[in-house]
């Protein structure tokens, strides 16, 4: 063990949890402001089934959205049968983790950026938009900066989202030490085994300590950004 008391094992946990993470969320960010936008700014039809489908990880039960991943990208399943013809799999693999936090998280991460987009003043994209200005660049130089501090609150909630994430994990990848035990994983195994409860506590510590970290230099950063904007 090292100074924290951390077995290499348990290293593994950690740093395969914060690697899950970040890229689940890295990943959700284009098309998470993409729908965030389109329900903010755009009515059609289907505009509520859209919006609904989006926030149908919130209320399913995690272990529900696991299996339906596992139905569609498992190896045998709907999408995951052709993924697998060309190399690509999700199923049992760390890159199945990240995909299932990506989906988990991806309500929260909608939901903060589309409240941000919303409170941008829709009068200054039509002044931008009357001064010739594509659609494009009254988003990246209108909507865009202005809604900034929303689109860092909904990529922490996700990485926050994604690092706890249990059901729809080890329902859709398993509880694979190395490639898919991520931190909560391992801290369900090391609570059935005799004698894990000193090791358990050790990485929910590590948690609680990763997600409070993350969401105090979101604080931090919106805060900064929100006063420049303000300038």
């Known amino acids: 063990m090292d100074r924290l008391g951390l077995t290499p094992d ?3 946990a950690v740093a395969l949890s914060l690697r899950v993470a970040a890229v689940a969320t890295i ?3 284009i098309p998470g402001l993409a729908v965030a936008w389109l329900l903010a700014r755009k009515r059609f ?8 489908l989006v926030h149908l990880p919130l209320i399913l039960p995690p272990v529900v959205t696991g299996y339906l991943l596992l139905l569609t990208f498992g190896r045998k399943g709907l999408v995951g049968s052709w993924l697998s013809e060309i190399g690509i799999v999700f199923s049992f693999r760390w890159t199945g983790a990240a995909l299932a936090c990506a989906i988990m ?3 929260l991460m909608v939901r903060a950026m589309r409240l941000s987009i919303e409170a941008v003043d829709a009068k200054l994209e039509q002044a931008a938009a009357t001064l010739g200005a ?3 660049a009254v988003f990246l130089v209108v909507t865009l900066p202005l809604s900034l501090p929303g689109i860092l609150a909904g990529a922490v909630l996700a990485f926050a989202k994604a690092m706890g994430e249990f059901g729809a994990t080890i329902t859709f990848v ?3 030490p190395g490639e898919t035990q991520t931190l909560p994983s391992a801290i369900y195994t090391l609570t059935q085994v005799p004698g894990g409860e000193a090791a358990a506590l ?3 510590l590590i948690s609680i300590a990763l997600s409070m970290t993350a969401l105090l230099l979101s604080e931090l950063f919106a805060r900064r950004l929100g ?3 303000g300038a």
């Open 10 to 12: 348990e290293w593994i």
């Open 27 to 29: 990943a959700s960010l």
């Open 45 to 52: 039809p289907g505009h509520a089934l859209l919006d609904g």
């Open 105 to 107: 998280g991806f309500p």
């Open 134 to 136: 594509p659609p494009f």
């Open 174 to 176: 398993s509880n694979i």
């Open 202 to 204: 050790r990485l929910t």
């Open 227 to 229: 006063r420049r904007l």
